[in-house]
């Protein structure tokens, strides 16, 4: 069965960059209609943060598109998040997720 | 872009009761809409997919619909383990996801 693992750091400075992978186990991605991140501030709802399709193509949320880079290795066991120029407003769960399985989610906090 | 108006924001229902969940997008999108179930600190579950699918899995009470660009989620006999916050979420091949609002549904 599928499983999704996010890791990072889980404090950022402002001003700096966010990189958080997420480890594929028990199953291929590539099987998947699509992979990405999505991110949930504290207490608030879901927003989609970007991602990829089975294909190679890769979309991002116009409103972070500046700031966001998804990529995945070539063996399509872990994918990646970077996202630049943080500020306190990039504080959120992040998840990895395909449309059926989601990874348990990491705290990113951006603060001096 | 299209968006997803969910509603209502949250509600209060007694066990046994229907629920009912609702979700409008901004534009034709077919049947590509999912429903999410997210339980406290928890990630969110897919129930239904491709707006009338049960996932594998998931209990019959649950079920989805579609009419033009509205969408029903239904719980037909709230219990109390379905005390959580109800996501629809629409995707395409671009790919672009965007997610309702969210709907918070508490047990009376």
């Known amino acids: 069965q599928l499983q999704l693992q996010e890791s990072g750091p889980g404090l950022v400075k402002p001003s700096e960059t966010l990189s958080l992978t997420c480890t594929v186990s028990?199953?291929?991605?590539?099987?998947?209609?699509?992979w990405g991140w999505i991110r949930q501030p504290p207490g608030k709802g879901l927003e989609w943060i970007g991602s990829m399709y089975y294909s190679g193509t890769t979309n991002y949320n116009p409103s972070l598109k500046s700031r966001v880079t998804i990529s995945v290795d070539t063996s399509k066991t872990r994918f990646s998040l970077q996202l630049s120029s943080v500020t306190a407003a990039d504080t959120a769960v992040y998840y990895c997720?395909?449309?059926?399985?989601w990874g348990q989610g990491t705290l990113v906090s951006v603060s001096s | 872009d299209i968006q997803m108006t969910q509603s209502p924001s949250s509600l209060s229902a007694s066990v046994g009761d229907r629920v009912t969940i609702t979700c409008q997008a901004s534009?034709?999108?077919?049947?590509?809409l999912n429903w999410y179930q997210q339980k406290p600190g928890k990630a969110p579950k897919l129930l239904i997919y491709?707006?009338?699918n049960l996932e594998t899995g998931v209990p019959s009470r649950f079920s989805g619909s579609r009419s033009g660009t509205d969408f029903t989620f239904t719980i037909s006999s709230l219990q109390p383990e379905d005390l959580a916050t109800y996501y629809c979420q629409h995707y395409d091949n671009l790919p672009q996801l965007a997610f309702g609002g969210g709907t918070k549904v508490d047990i009376k």
């Open positions: 534009q034709d999108i077919s049947d590509y």
């Open positions: 028990g199953g291929s991605i590539s099987s998947s209609y699509y």
């Open positions: 491709d707006a009338s």
């Open positions: 997720a395909t449309p059926r399985t």
